[in-house]
Nanobody, 124 residues
Framework: QVQLVESGGGLVQPGGSLRLSCVTS????????IGWFRQAPGREREGVSC????????DYADSVKGRFTISRDNAKNTVYLQMNSLKPEDTALYYC?????????????????WGQGTQVTVSS
């Protein structure tokens, strides 16, 4: 069965860094784009970043451009999200999800399998 397991979250001070990992199983990662999303308490889930199946195309939300970097290692069935210069407003539960296509699409409805999430808290 398809599984996505996020890890790497935690408590970090403003300006700090974290690297999230999304380990996948039960399907061939090479064929699908993967997205990272986040949801803060009382707010809707929002897209953070996406990477195409080959890794040749990436997208970022304006709020994280220049600070976050998405990457993937298909041989390890893993997608990463490197988060630098973290801000308190980055605090949220972060999820990875599998797209139904090889290229990234903006709509969350284009993502069909989701992990359980990893909590990121940015606070002094």
């Amino acid at each position: 069965q398809v599984q996505l397991v996020e890890s790497g979250g935690g408590l970090v001070q403003p300006g700090g860094s974290l690297r999230l990992s999304c380990v996948t199983s039960g399907f061939t990662l090479d064929y699908y784009a993967i997205g990272w999303f986040r949801q803060a308490p009382g707010r809707e889930r929002e897209g953070v970043s996406c990477i195409s199946s080959s890794g040749g195309s990436t997208d970022y939300a304006d709020s994280v451009k220049g600070r976050f970097t998405i990457s993937r290692d298909n041989a390890k069935n893993t997608v990463y999200l490197q988060m630098n210069s973290l801000k308190p407003e980055d605090t949220a539960l972060y999820y990875c999800a599998t797209a139904t296509t090889a290229e990234c699409r903006p709509a969350q409805t284009e993502f069909d399998y989701w992990g359980q999430g990893t909590q990121v808290t940015v606070s002094s």
